[in-house]
C-alpha cells in the first residue's frame, strides 16, 4: 500500500493540504492493520510508536531529495561526456 501511495511523489507538488490528506489516509490504514477503532482513543503518537514507521510526508521528502540529488548527478555526467571525448 506504501507503494501506491508513495508512487510519483518525488515529482508531484506537495500543499499541505496533500501532505495532511496522506498523512490521515497513513494512520488510517496503520489503526485498522493494528485493530485499534476510533472508540479506543489512541493518540497518533502512539500508534507511531507501535508501528516505528516514519511518516509519509518525511517520507516523500526524503524521495525529493534523492530524486533531485540522482537528476543533478545524471546532468553533470551527461554534460562531461558530450562535452569531451571520454566514453
Not at 3 to 14: A, I, K, P, Q
Not at 29 to 34: D, S, V
Not at 46 to 64: G, H, Y
Request: charge should be positive; hydrophobic fraction near 35%; aromatic fraction near 6%.
Amino acid at each position: 500500500m506504501q507503494s501506491v501511495v508513495l508512487y510519483g511523489s518525488e515529482t508531484r507538488t506537495m500543499r499541505k493540504v496533500d501532505s495532511d490528506r496522506i498523512q490521515s489516509f497513513h494512520m488510517q490504514a496503520l489503526r485498522h492493520i493494528l485493530g485499534i477503532r476510533w472508540y479506543d482513543k489512541v493518540p497518533n503518537a502512539v500508534v507511531n510508536e507501535r508501528t516505528k514507521l516514519p511518516d509519509v510526508p518525511s517520507l516523500i521528502a526524503d524521495r525529493v531529495i534523492h530524486y533531485l540529488v540522482t537528476s543533478v548527478a545524471y546532468r553533470r555526467t551527461h554534460l562531461l561526456r558530450r562535452h569531451c571525448d571520454c566514453q
